[in-house]
């Protein structure tokens, strides 16, 4: 069970139970010298040489470039990099856990909160007065200064209108002004926590200026209406109808009365009250992987030599593009393991071993007694097809 009494470095010296009572999706929290002694993982060229990778998502912001804040979208060569004006431009590259072990090692530093609901870590590097404008996210972020300085300015919900500069590819806020108890500058090794919608304009103070942004997963409410609906129909009863009774509370024919309304609120209510369906929707959805389109399928052949490494002790890791979470259902008592959008049941008495491999990023399964269970070889399987598991080195 998670402990969320014990003063975490990562909060400066806060619980997460604290934080959880009096900042997550509350208010700002500025916390100073969180990351005290975080070794940079990539300097300012090895990001850019990242943005010229074809498989990696990158953007370029200038604020005064051809039009107002010109959006240019990677990948880029080393021409687009020579041609950047000397000051106010900035390197955006997503997903950045993904390529390199090192970040992927900072996001988990941040599993007080539910690992599902971690998205990915975008890096940014800026030149002086470097900016992307003034905005407000709808998920919640942790802003880690890695280099430089950068200032930022912070609007509550209620203290701005939601409306943009006109002709912009980007959402940039046309009216936000500044509140002086949320104005900060953060030096290297500075973390500041800001909940969904709250405004927020940084702007590079020097040239060495590199934020890591951990943003968390916030699906619409309007999607998971759609998904867990798309779910009921797929197995659809047909005898579930709109029957109301009637009350003799109409006072015309015409009339739809407020009992037929409730009738149905009742009705969709009693589809929609099933947590395992709901379950089903928000483990698939919140374990789709960022980019599957790069989740190349493994063989059938690829898949038994990579099971046969584990049996022989082989070390394993988690991928930063993996994405397990796991549900206990009730009835039957089972152990409902999701891993990039695909599920499987196995014994409630693995749920220690599933809990044991979110954990971890490196392992190796040596001490796994395969035959204790009989759900152990298949959970183990599905993880390797799902390619939550894969092999830290093939073998020679």
């Not at 431009?89 to 090192?102: G, K, S």
Request: charged share 25%.
């Amino acid at each position: 069970m998670m402990d969320l009494n014990t003063p975490l470095d990562i909060l400066g010296g806060m619980t997460a139970q604290t934080f959880l009572d009096e900042y997550w999706q509350k208010k700002p929290l500025l916390i100073r010298s969180g990351l005290p002694n975080f070794t940079l993982p990539l300097e300012a060229d090895e990001l850019a040489g990242m943005a010229i990778e074809e498989e990696v998502e990158s953007r370029i912001v200038i604020e005064k470039g051809q039009t107002p804040w010109q959006m240019l979208t990677g990948p880029f060569n080393e021409d687009t990099f020579s041609t950047l004006p000397e000051k106010e431009w900035t390197l955006l590259v997503q997903a950045v856990d993904h390529w390199v072990p090192e970040v992927q090692e900072l996001k988990e530093q941040f599993q007080f909160l539910p690992s599902w609901r971690l998205d990915d870590v975008m890096v940014s590097y800026a030149t002086e007065g470097g900016s992307v404008g003034p905005h407000y996210d709808q998920y919640d972020v942790f802003l880690v200064q890695a280099a430089g300085k950068r200032r930022w300015q912070v609007l509550a919900p209620d203290e701005y209108q939601d409306s943009s500069i006109p002709d912009v590819a980007l959402h940039i806020l046309d009216n936000f002004t500044v509140n002086q108890d949320m104005d900060w500058e953060l030096e290297a090794g500075d973390i500041l926590y800001l909940p969904p919608n709250f405004a927020h304009n940084g702007r590079a103070l020097d040239d060495d200026c590199m934020t890591y942004s951990i943003g968390f997963r916030a699906p619409s409410l309007q999607d998971a209406l759609t998904g867990v609906r798309d779910i009921l129909c797929d197995t659809p009863n047909v005898k579930d109808r709109f029957s109301a009774p009637e009350t003799g509370k109409r006072q015309h024919s015409a009339e739809i009365h407020a009992d037929d309304i409730q009738y149905l609120k009742a009705q969709l209510e009693r589809l929609i009250n099933q947590p395992d369906t709901l379950a089903d929707w928000l483990g698939n959805t919140m374990s789709e992987t960022k980019y599957p389109e790069y989740l190349s399928p493994l063989s059938s052949e690829e898949q038994e030599a990579t099971y046969q490494s584990a049996l022989n002790g082989q070390t394993f890791i988690r991928p930063g593009d993996a994405r397990i979470c796991y549900y206990q259902q009730k009835e039957p008592s089972t152990c409902r393991v999701f891993c990039n959008s695909d599920s499987l049941d196995v014994d409630e008495s693995l749920t220690s071993l599933v809990q044991a491999i979110c954990d971890q990023v490196e392992f190796d399964f040596s001490a796994l007694d395969f035959s204790q269970h009989k759900d152990i070889v298949p959970l183990i399987q599905f993880l390797i097809r799902q390619q939550g598991l894969i092999e830290l080195t093939a073998p020679e």
